[in-house]
């Protein structure tokens, strides 16, 4: 069953088009690995599903919900971070945390339990302007995971954190679907990464979708192309080099 459908997605700006008939199916329960080089459309289809941009054409569900009839009761859904996470500065990383709680209208127990999923529990008096960049990626993922929605859409989780940070947060990720019933919807440049916690990968460029299916599914059809397939990254950089050059190099 597909928790986030879309059909025909579109997002343009001007002559610019930044997603172009977009049909994603990203499977419940799933951890879904979105791919693609910069500018490649990514953020701009996650930030149409959180209500940030509106699509141009094409429409998507969520949960069976529909955009944008149901744009409120989706957001209850969906934890969210997208880009550098903002926060007040000379508030800690608790109270930061307690604004999103009021807004969302949770228990008080949802924030001490995102500051223990991310590891923050022994820094949630530090002021937020104090935090590491690490610390505040960790803190934009408390905001993320307060409450403990059914869906999270992640974009580039796992910025400015060291190796064992990385780590960390890629073990959360994949024990998401399984400890807490979610489904995550992560973009990130670190292909190891993602190859180690995805389940599901979709491949965009110049906003359209490459390839989307399982990792043994990529694995095959890249073999069928004469791709390389020892790992995700060697076999995403020839799929986005020959989609290029069939495109006659425009960048």
Do not use: W
Request: hydrophobic share 35%; glycine share 10%; charged share 25%.
């Amino acid at each position: 069953m597909n928790i986030i459908e879309t059909q025909n997605l579109t997002k343009t700006y001007g002559d610019f088009t930044a997603v172009s008939h977009l049909n994603l199916h990203i499977r419940k329960g799933s951890v879904y690995g979105f791919l693609g080089p910069n500018g490649a459309g990514k953020s701009t289809t996650m930030k149409m599903f959180l209500g940030l941009t509106q699509p141009t054409e094409g429409s998507f569900h969520i949960d069976g919900k529909t955009y944008p009839s149901d744009r409120v009761p989706i957001l209850k859904e969906v934890g969210s971070f997208i880009e550098a996470p903002a926060f007040y500065g000379n508030l800690s990383g608790e109270e930061n945390l307690e604004i999103i709680r009021k807004i969302l209208g949770l228990p008080k127990s949802c924030v001490d339990d995102a500051l223990e999923l991310v590891g923050l529990t022994e820094f949630r008096k530090r002021l937020a302007k104090k935090y590491s960049l690490g610390m505040k990626q960790r803190l934009g993922l408390a905001g993320a995971l307060i409450g403990r929605p059914p869906i999270l859409i992640l974009d580039e989780p796992t910025n400015g954190l060291d190796p064992v940070g990385i780590h960390e947060i890629r073990t959360l990720i994949r024990s998401l679907p399984q400890k807490y019933d979610c489904t995550v919807l992560v973009s990130s440049h670190l292909l190891p990464e993602v190859e180690l916690m995805a389940d599901d990968i979709g491949i965009l460029n110049h906003g359209h979708l490459l390839f989307e299916g399982t990792k043994e599914e990529l694995k095959t059809s890249a073999r069928a192309a004469g791709f390389p397939t020892d790992n995700l990254e060697d076999t995403f950089l020839a799929m986005i080099d020959e989609d290029n050059r069939r495109r006659g190099g425009t960048v």
